[in-house]
């Protein structure tokens, strides 16, 4: 937030994550920062209840994207990611027919946020371009299935069901 947004952390919640309670980040970002840090109690998501509906939000989108499309589950990751950036693309009423995102950035103007991709649909077919030196009469593109976008590539991800592998490239052609 103060690197990339120029707008200064005043409270910082969380869970009751043992991550954040260590003495490297306590002393070095909340003390030396003036960051009062909050956590909730023990057993008690209702104290978070934004985030928790949030989360079961994102949830219920990603489990629609995997039944739909018949992802299979160990993919659940990129379907998680997907969610979440179509949510953030999408009109909501609380925001007068606005996306999240671009009312974030209408606060944010200095942010760095990627070039948005066109929407692609999830786990449609997709041929990924072989760049290296293959024989004359070799297939000059990879079968993949779309899961998604990058977040720190301008690209989307792909996955090959054959090698089991994700690739991120922009060089393809969606079936």
């Known amino acids: 937030m103060q690197t990339q947004f120029n707008s200064p952390i ?9 991550g954040y309670f260590n003495t490297v980040l306590g002393n070095f970002f909340f003390m030396e920062n003036g960051i009062v840090h909050q956590s909730t109690c023990v057993n008690s998501p209702q104290q978070n209840g934004i985030a928790e509906r949030k989360n079961r939000h994102i949830l219920e989108v990603a489990r629609a994207l995997l039944f739909a499309t018949k992802v299979p589950k160990y993919l659940w990751g990129e379907a998680v990611l997907t969610a ?92």
Request: contains cysteine; positive net charge.
């Open 84 to 175: 979440a950036h179509l949510i953030t693309r999408m009109p909501s009423r609380v925001l007068n027919l606005k996306t999240p995102l671009e009312t974030f950035l209408k606060f944010f103007l200095i942010g760095s946020i990627s070039a948005d991709l066109p929407l692609k649909i999830f786990r449609c077919t997709t041929f990924v371009h072989e760049h290296k030196q293959i024989g004359k009469l070799e297939p000059r593109a990879i079968k993949c299935v779309f899961v998604g976008y990058s977040p720190s590539q301008k690209g989307y991800k792909y996955f090959d069901p054959n090698s089991k592998w994700l690739l991120v490239t922009m060089d393809d052609t969606f079936f």
């Open 10 to 18: 005043q409270v910082f919640r969380t869970d009751n994550g043992t």
